[in-house]
């Protein structure tokens, strides 16, 4: 009896409803849902990025792939989320806009998380909560320490892989040789209208070539990380030839998306790039090659870091040690073609991968490996100041 | 107001009030106060801050006024917003006219389906297509060597070409479509009557079209120069060696992490913008109720 009487008044209940439901409370409603959909995510994501199983993994543009990805999902059990940037300078920006919240797990060049630490964004890692730091080679393990990877006696940041900045060019236009080839070449007039390059990664390989030639006293670059004068003076000299010849330039690259279009499409021969895109441009069949000059190739180390405001630590550190493996550290060679600092990764790779290597460090290329030094805030900007004056000119 | 109070309610009119109250004061006058501030400290760390150099200055304000690369990269952006501006009018005013007067039924529906349907797919997206078919062996290029036109490629996106076209394009649904709301209300018989009496079409457009559409127009360009001189991603992805718009060099300051720096360009262009804008619609008797029509 009660059954049918429910029955009736919610028929009842259903026609008034029907009654009522105008066309403008269709649109009244719809756009409360979209509000409801828009503002969302800023009232929701405290509570719901903080639950187990899920890590947000901040990473340069080319580092995320699909094979990483699952990898770490089907190893680990716990779901990632991709987080993108381009640049050490977006990555910072975002990181500072959030306070350090909304990221696990991040990889920002090593030599800029003093930029991270000023602001005490990172989180100190635990050592013994990272068994896999036994499988780092000892040489990054040392070296990162005073390139920006300890703070204040805290260790913030380990070596999560390396690689290098150097001379790319296309074999059928160009010919270069190991120990003679030089950061200058790309700036000679026969390659006017056909090079490429980065506007402040431009300023430190012309001061390197401006040092082999003794046109700036050995170790000038080096010294201008740390002084302001200094820096004012080696940029000064560099920008001043790179802005003389700023007809050769066709187009400036800003990150590993841009050598697509720069190599293949705008006609560029000739440039001053990262390796590991390179490396895919040439596995892809281009006639592109990447090699070391005699000055020493620009070397980075990106790291992992905890920034201060993660929410999934515990999955981090399964992040840090998971990447930590040989076979990990060899995944990420063949999909990302960069260097891997797990000792035992190279036998996790392909012949393919070691001859890129091989012909990219020849002779003593690997001894002479140019380590960029840590960057403070001021360095940065005046580098930049240096890049304005380029771009403008 | 009593009309308003009977269509919608006290709560209504609350709602209305709460709405745009919020939209004024959270999105509008409120970050604006926050950059102001930044904008008028000077770059510090974390330790630094709240001690004695703590304070408002105007050095990053003094900075963009005497730095001559600064100045010059402001000017220039100015300058060929105004140029963007210019050809966007030049091409958008035949489109709307014919739109508005020509064309009829179908074609119509056809035409704004062609010139709307692109603006479907994302800004950045549409940009790097035309990075693809600017390219120097890209389609255009391609084309025009196939045909035995050039001897060589034309490097589009090495000087302004590049953004001069991609701004042109990314903006002309705001050019258009007001100068067409302008233009339809324009009797049609007023332009049969001209020509009747034997004007000229040129005397036609000069003296019947286009002071009828005046505040379309107005509001077209004006739209399309704020947009140009506020671009960021066009500039950034079509923008040559030799295109530096003054947005890329806010965006490298807040990149080496001077947020005040970059604060007070955006103000100074913000500023310059604003008085730009007054000054052209002072100049062409154009008043802001002209515009929102």
């Not at chain 1, 439901?21 to 409603?29: D, G, H, K, Q």
């Not at chain 1, 010294?223 to 187009?251: C, P, Q, W």
């Given at each position: ?16 409803a029907a009654k009522a439901f105008t066309r403008r409370t269709l649109l009244a409603r719809t756009a409360s849902a979209l509000t409801v959909a ?356 | ?293």
């Amino acid at each position: 009896m009660s059954g049918i009487f429910q029955a009736r008044r919610s028929s009842v209940r259903t026609q008034r409803a029907a009654k009522a439901f105008t066309r403008r409370t269709l649109l009244a409603r719809t756009a409360s849902a979209l509000t409801v959909a828009a503002v969302g995510p800023f009232v929701v994501s405290r509570g719901a990025l903080s639950s187990s199983g899920e890590l947000i993994w901040f990473t340069w543009t080319d580092y995320s792939t699909p094979d990483l990805v699952a990898h770490f999902e089907k190893a680990t059990g716990i779901k990632v989320t991709v987080v993108n940037f381009g640049t050490n300078d977006e990555a910072i920006n975002k990181i500072r806009t959030t306070g350090g919240e909304g990221f696990d797990v991040m990889n920002p060049s090593i030599t800029m998380v003093p930029n991270y630490t000023d602001f005490e964004l990172m989180m100190e890692l635990d050592e013994s909560k990272i068994p896999n730091l036994a499988n780092m080679l000892p040489a990054f393990y040392e070296k990162s320490k005073d390139l920006g990877g300890v703070w204040q006696g805290k260790r913030v940041a380990y070596p999560y892989d390396w690689g290098t900045e150097a001379l790319a060019w296309n074999t059928e236009a160009v010919t270069l040789a190991y120990g003679e080839a030089s950061f200058g070449d790309v700036w000679k007039d026969e390659y006017a209208g056909r090079m490429g390059c980065r506007p402040r990664s431009a300023l430190n390989g012309v001061a390197l070539a401006f040092e082999g030639e003794g046109r700036l006293p050995s170790g000038s670059l080096r010294k201008a990380y740390a002084d302001a004068d200094t820096a004012h003076l080696v940029f000064g000299e560099t920008s001043k030839f790179i802005i003389e010849r700023k007809k050769n330039i066709t187009m400036f690259w800003a990150n590993a998306n841009d050598y697509p279009i720069m190599f293949l499409q705008n006609g560029v021969v000739i440039g001053q790039t990262w390796d590991g895109p390179i490396f895919t441009l040439k596995n892809e069949g281009e006639p592109m090659m990447y090699m070391a000059p005699k000055e020493g190739a620009l070397t980075w180390i990106d790291s992992m870091c905890i920034p201060k405001g993660a929410k999934n630590v515990e999955q981090a550190y399964a992040f840090i040690n998971w990447a930590l493996t040989p076979e990990v550290g060899g995944l990420m060679s063949l999909t990302t073609n960069y260097n891997s600092v797990v000792r035992g990764a190279e036998e996790f790779t392909n012949d393919q991968f070691k001859k890129n290597f091989q012909e990219a460090y020849p002779g003593d290329a690997l001894e002479r490996l140019w380590f960029y030094p840590p960057e403070g805030s001021q360095y940065t900007a005046i580098e930049q100041e240096y890049a304005d004056k380029i771009m403008a000119a | 107001m009593n009309e308003a109070r009977r269509r919608l309610g006290l709560g209504g009119i609350g709602l209305c009030l709460i709405g745009t109250g919020f939209w004024a004061v959270a999105l509008i006058v409120a970050p604006h106060l926050i950059m102001i501030d930044v904008s008028l400290r000077p770059a510090l760390t974390l330790s630094e801050m709240g001690g004695p150099k703590d304070h408002w200055q105007l050095a990053n304000y003094l900075d963009l006024v005497l730095d001559p690369l600064s100045r010059g990269v402001f000017f220039k952006t100015i300058w060929a917003s105004i140029l963007i501006t210019l050809v966007s009018l030049a091409v958008c005013y035949p489109v709307a006219f014919y739109l508005a007067k020509l064309a009829s039924g179908g074609a119509l529906r056809v035409l704004m389906l062609l010139l709307i349907v692109p603006f479907w797919i994302n800004e950045i997206l549409r940009t790097f297509a035309w990075q693809l078919l600017l390219a120097q062996k890209g389609l255009i290029n391609a084309a025009l060597l196939g045909l035995g036109l050039i001897p060589d490629p034309i490097a589009f996106t090495r000087g302004h070409t590049g953004v001069l076209i991609g701004m042109t394009y990314a903006y002309i649904l705001f050019m258009v479509f007001p100068m067409y709301s302008a233009m339809e209300s324009l009797d049609r018989n007023q332009i049969e009557a001209a020509r009747d009496l034997g004007a000229s079409w040129w005397r036609i457009h000069r003296c019947i079209v286009i002071p009828h559409a005046k505040p379309g127009i107005a509001s077209g360009c004006i739209v399309t120069f704020m947009l140009a001189a506020g671009s960021f991603a066009v500039p950034q992805i079509l923008g040559g060696v030799d295109s530096l718009w003054f947005t890329q060099l806010i965006y490298n300051r807040f990149n080496v992490s001077d947020w005040n720096q970059g604060a007070a360009y955006a103000v100074g262009l913000e500023i310059l913008c604003l008085l730009f804008v007054l000054a052209m619609m002072r100049l062409f008797r154009v008043g802001l109720s002209d515009i929102a029509r």
